[in-house]
């Protein structure tokens, strides 16, 4: 991204807006640097955190909580798919609904690794 964009970038965040990109080239670059940075930044303190749960219970809550964000992400997805195809934009109406199944397919594997959390009840041994 070009300096003149970039301030584009910040002002508009400012504004409470996000900028729109034209080129391929400039979302994948977009989402490179996301990726990169979100590595940067957050790989050491999920690693961190993890380290300290001590037992298949203490991933619950992280994982009850995540799996409340990702359901709400699909639910924007749903909402962004049906505008799309509202507008007539059915390639971006495809991916996006593909975004949303994948989503909702996450929250169900999430609820499944936070019922495996559950320790299995003892069966008496007669």
């Known amino acids: ?4 964009t970039k301030l ?4 508009a965040r400012w504004q409470g807006k996000a900028l729109a990109y034209e080129t391929t080239e ?3 670059q977009l989402l490179d640097d996301q990726a990169h940075q979100l590595l940067m930044e957050r790989t050491q303190a999920h690693l961190a955190g993890a380290a300290t749960l001590s037992g ?3 991933f619950q809550p992280g994982l009850v909580d995540l799996r409340g964000e ?3 992400g699909a ?3 749903e909402a962004l798919a049906t505008v799309a195809m509202s507008m007539g934009e059915s390639t971006l109406a495809d991916e996006l609904t593909e975004a949303c199944e994948l989503a909702h397919e996450l929250t169900a594997r999430l609820a499944a690794a936070t019922h495996a959390t559950v320790p299995a009840p003892v069966v ?3």
Do not use: G, H, Q, S
Request: charged letters at 15%; glycine letters at 0%; a negative charge.
């Open 1 to 4: 991204m070009k300096l003149p």
């Open 8 to 11: 584009a970038a910040l002002i």
């Open 26 to 28: 400039d979302v994948v």
């Open 56 to 58: 298949p219970l203490a």
């Open 70 to 72: 990702v359901c709400d």
């Open 75 to 77: 639910l924007y997805l």
């Open 124 to 126: 008496p041994v007669t």
